[in-house]
């Protein structure tokens, strides 16, 4: 049961850190959702148009997102990773979930890597997310993953992305499982260290 | 599954991309181990900061606009069943907008409650003490009950209320709500003011010193749009001293209010307009 967290003036919620805020929103606080909802829709917003290609089918994931946010913030735990990676991760499952029910899932594979080639990585300053902050955050995980190896990155954009397991990535471009494996771990090892920085003032 | 081997896969689990079940082995050893716990946060974050690969796309502003009320107004639904009372309300923290509405009015209610509470252990004692008096007892718990049944219906009859005039308040103090006021040059001065809440479609009408409407006659309360459409809000009577009411709730997109009017029609109102407004107001 919710204990009720009494508002605070509204100006003071853009001075809470993500976590603050899940925190008010777990006591809560429909208030601290808004602010969240303001802060983050445009994040997972563009996930789940990369993923699903569709306004309607990505505007469902948007909501879903944010309503399980709202029902489980007391269950996000810091030490498990940042609220946008929490917040990604219930989007990007909910996209997923919904590419597989419509069995959809091998076109909308071919166009989102293809998506991947042609936009996120060739234009880091296009349409910016909000902030100063997002845009640097932005520049700084294009460039991390714009230096691995393009094998390396083709894995771990067809896991993300594709929502392929290593065995599928490996039927699917030619490899024996054993090389996705090690370039996938090598990638992921490489992103960790490179993005420590965002880590340290992740919230 | 051992360390090293948990260890070799917790990339692939950052990714969601191992089989199922080396997934629950993992997250079996991750359970038992604090560094593999670190670790998989990490690379969880490194595996959803890809999400800024996908190209930055804002939500078209309706769309936003609609997800957002869509979800705070579930959220407020769910709120209201899951909240027990406050056991004190809660001070607003110096705003000049009305407290959260979780814990508004729990005074009230925890004086109710606390009412039948101690109803509740007058039985009980009254139980205990009254084994010689078993008719005398009846008569008493019976008198007792119906006056806790009683009790039990005013508070809920008066959470109803409440519940009215919250929502009331909502709709006319909202950060979303428009204040659009009408007037007319006449002696009496009949005036309105339309609180519309952008946010959640309600509109509150509020009007003073009407003339009461001729017999047959009523009077209707117009939204007119930009494009000329126009939208009824309702027919509506005065009250003896020439007040009305008017609470209706009609989702329309924020800039397309040119005006509000209130037309004296026949009684039942008419599908458009009739005649000529008794009070006008501009939207801003």
């Not at chain 1, 808004?34 to 569709?54: E, I």
Request: proline share 6%.
């Amino acid at each position: 049961m919710r204990t009720p967290t009494p508002s605070i003036p509204a100006r003071d919620y853009v001075a809470l850190t993500n976590a603050e805020l899940v925190h008010r929103i777990a006591g809560g606080d429909q208030r601290a959702l808004g602010a969240l909802y303001d802060r983050q829709v445009t994040l997972v917003h563009s996930l789940a148009l990369r993923l699903l290609g569709d306004a309607d089918d990505a505007e469902d994931v948007v909501e879903e997102t944010f309503w399980q946010v709202w029902r489980h913030a007391a269950r996000y735990d810091a030490s498990r990773g940042s609220v946008s990676t929490w917040m990604c991760s219930i989007a990007r499952s909910r996209a997923l979930d919904a590419l597989r029910a419509a069995s959809r899932r091998p076109e909308r594979i071919a166009t989102s890597i293809e998506r991947a080639d042609d936009s996120a990585l060739a234009s880091p300053s296009s349409s910016p997310l909000g902030g100063v902050e997002e845009n640097e955050q932005r520049a700084l995980v294009r460039g991390a993953v714009a230096e691995l190896p393009p094998e390396q990155r083709e894995s771990i954009e067809l896991a993300y992305f594709g929502g392929l397991s290593q065995s599928e990535i490996a039927e699917r471009t030619g490899q024996p499982l054993g090389t996705i494996k090690t370039r996938i771990r090598l990638a992921m090892m490489k992103l960790r260290a490179r993005l420590s920085s965002l880590r340290e003032g992740a919230t | 599954m051992t360390h090293p081997e948990a260890q070799e896969l917790l990339a692939a689990l950052s990714l969601d991309a191992t089989s199922s079940e080396e997934r629950a082995a993992i997250l079996a050893h991750v359970a038992e181990c604090d560094a593999c716990a670190r670790e998989l946060g990490e690379l969880r974050d490194a595996a959803h900061a890809m999400a800024q690969l996908a190209p930055a796309v804002p939500m078209d502003p309706a769309r936003q606009a609609r997800v957002r009320a869509h979800l705070l107004a579930r959220a407020a639904e769910r709120a209201e069943s899951a909240v027990a009372p406050a056991p004190k309300p809660a001070k607003p923290v110096a705003i000049p907008m009305p407290p959260h509405r979780l814990t508004r009015f729990s005074t009230a209610r925890l004086v109710a409650a606390a009412a039948i509470v101690l109803i509740g252990v007058a039985l009980a004692v009254y139980a205990v003490s009254a084994g010689q008096r078993a008719n005398a007892m009846q008569r008493d718990t019976q008198r007792l009950l119906v006056a806790q049944r009683g009790l039990e219906r005013e508070i809920a009859a008066r959470d109803s209320a409440l519940a009215d005039r919250q929502a009331l308040l909502d709709a006319m103090t909202g950060a979303a709500v428009q204040v659009i006021e009408a007037g007319a040059p006449s002696a009496r001065q009949p005036s309105g003011k339309m609180f519309w809440d952008q946010m959640s479609g309600q509109w509150t009408f509020v009007a003073h010193n009407l003339p009461r409407a001729a017999p047959n006659r009523t009077y209707q309360l117009w939204l007119i749009t930009r494009a000329q459409r126009k939208i009824s809000a309702g027919v509506f009577a005065t009250s003896a001293s020439g007040d009305a009411l008017v609470i209706a709730h009609y989702p329309l997109a924020k800039d397309s209010l040119a005006a509000i009017a209130v037309i004296d029609e026949p009684s039942g109102g008419s599908p458009e307009p009739t005649t000529t407004p008794v009070l006008v107001g501009a939207s801003r």
